[in-house]
C-alpha cells in the first residue's frame, strides 16, 4: 500500500506527482524491471523477518542458545540486503545525474521511523529538501541520505546481534532489534516508491542497461559512515 503520506498537503503539486507516480501503471517492460527488483527484496526481507520471529519465539521460550544462532542468520540475511539496496542506490545515483527529467521526490518523514538514527536522518531530508532547490539535487539527496540510513541501521543490527551472543545487555539488545527492524522496512518501502518514480523518469534507451545492473549488483562491503546529530526543532 502507498504510505499515508503522500496523500497528505493534498495541495502541494510535487507530492501529488509522487503519488501519481506510484498509482499509475508503468509500460510492460517497465512494470517487469520493477516487480523483479521488488520481488527479490520481499523474499529476503521475508527470510530475514521469519528468522527474527523464530529467534524471539524461541528466547520467548526459553531456549537463549537457539535464538542466539537464530538471530545470527537474520544478521546475515539483512546483512545480504542492505548490501542490495546500497547498490541500488549507487546506482539510480549514477544515472539520475544524466537523465533529462529528473523523478518526483519527497523526503523522508521522521514519524514513519522508531529510531533515533532513522528519524534523525529524515530530519536532515527534510532539511536539505528545503534549502536545496531543482529535484534533480533533491532526489540526489534522498538516495544518498537513504543508502546512509540502511547502512547504519544495518550496522547497529550486526551490533546488537553480537551483543546478544556475547550476552551483554540481551534484553535491551533484543528490543533495538525490533525496532532496527521496523526502521528498516520503512526504508524498503521508501526504496520501492523511489524506484518506481524513477522508472518513470528513465529513458526506454536505459531500460536494459539498468535492469542488468539492479539484477546483478557488484559484491560491496557496507561502510559505516558517521552519525548525523539531531536536527534541531
Known amino acids: 500500500m502507498f504510505p499515508r503520506r503522500h496523500f497528505q498537503r493534498i495541495g502541494s503539486s510535487r507530492l501529488r506527482r509522487v503519488s501519481d ?9 517497465k512494470r517487469e524491471i520493477f516487480n523483479s527488483i521488488v520481488h527479490h527484496w520481499e523474499c529476503a526481507f521475508a527470510m530475514t523477518s521469519v528468522a527474527l520471529d523464530d529467534a524471539l519465539s524461541m528466547r520467548a521460550g526459553g531456549e537463549p542458545v537457539c535464538a542466539a544462532q537464530q538471530v545470527e542468520l537474520a544478521a546475515v540475511l539483512l546483512g545480504r540486503l542492505s548490501n542490495s539496496l546500497i547498490a541500488f542506490c549507487d546506482s539510480l545515483m549514477a544515472r539520475a545525474r544524466y537523465i533529462q527529467q529528473p523523478p518526483a521526490v519527497e523526503p523522508l518523514n521522521a514519524e514513519f521511523f522508531r529510531g533515533d538514527t532513522a528519524q534523525t536522518a529524515a530530519d536532515w531530508n527534510v532539511l536539505l529538501h528545503h534549502i536545496v532547490f531543482g529535484e534533480r539535487p533533491r532526489f540526489m539527496n534522498k538516495l544518498k541520505i537513504l543508502s546512509h540510513t540502511v547502512g547504519q541501521l544495518n550496522q547497529e543490527f550486526q551490533c ?14 533484543w528490543i533495538l532489534l525490533d525496532h532496527l527492524h521496523y526502521d528498516f522496512n520503512t526504508c524498503l518501502r521508501e526504496a520501492e516508491i523511489v524506484l518506481k518514480s524513477f522508472l518513470r523518469a528513465l529513458p526506454a534507451d536505459q531500460l536494459a542497461g539498468f535492469s542488468l545492473e539492479a539484477q546483478n549488483p557488484p559484491a560491496k562491503r557496507v561502510r559505516w559512515r558517521p552519525r548525523f546529530s539531531r536536527v534541531p526543532a
Open 21 to 29: 507516480d506510484w498509482i499509475r501503471a508503468l509500460t510492460r517492460e
Open 160 to 173: 546488537a546481534v553480537k551483543q546478544i551472543s556475547s550476552a551483554s545487555q540481551p534484553s535491551q539488545s
